[in-house]
Nanobody, 127 residues
């Protein structure tokens, strides 16, 4: 059963912007506690870049994206978005949204803190 459907990946030039969307099944939106955003470049481990608490929309970001990426929650649409600005070539990778039933704060940007995953979408930043 698919609980997370992601969209919005594309190719952009350095300095550009993209918005990724993650639609969460309504039945699960009331069960999940966190939605995380992850990315994986070829040959690299999956890296957590942002996490949002569904209860109040509070967010956590990795140092690599802090100040450039913004995660937000739209409960009415059962959707979480990741606005990515000032994109850099090192932001290139497959981006995933993921859902957690609950995890430790120290694990909010770790893949093992999340149980359900989207299909992933490619983001390429290149001139």
């Amino acid at each position: 059963q698919v609980h997370l459907v992601e969209s919005g990946g594309a190719s952009v030039q350095p300095g550009g912007s993209l918005r990724l969307s993650c639609v969460v099944s309504e039945s699960m939106m009331h069960v999940y506690r966190y939605i995380g955003w992850f990315r994986q470049a070829p040959g690299n481990e999956r890296e957590g870049v942002a996490s949002i608490y569904i209860g109040d929309g509070s967010t956590l970001y990795s140092d690599s994206v802090k100040g450039r990426f913004t995660a937000s929650l739209d409960n009415a649409k059962s959707m979480v978005t990741l606005q990515m600005n000032s994109l850099r070539p090192e932001d290139t990778g497959v981006y995933y949204c993921a859902a957690s039933f609950g995890t430790l704060y120290s694990q909010l940007l770790q893949p093992w803190g999340y149980e359900h995953w989207s299909q992933g979408t490619q983001v390429t930043v290149s001139s």
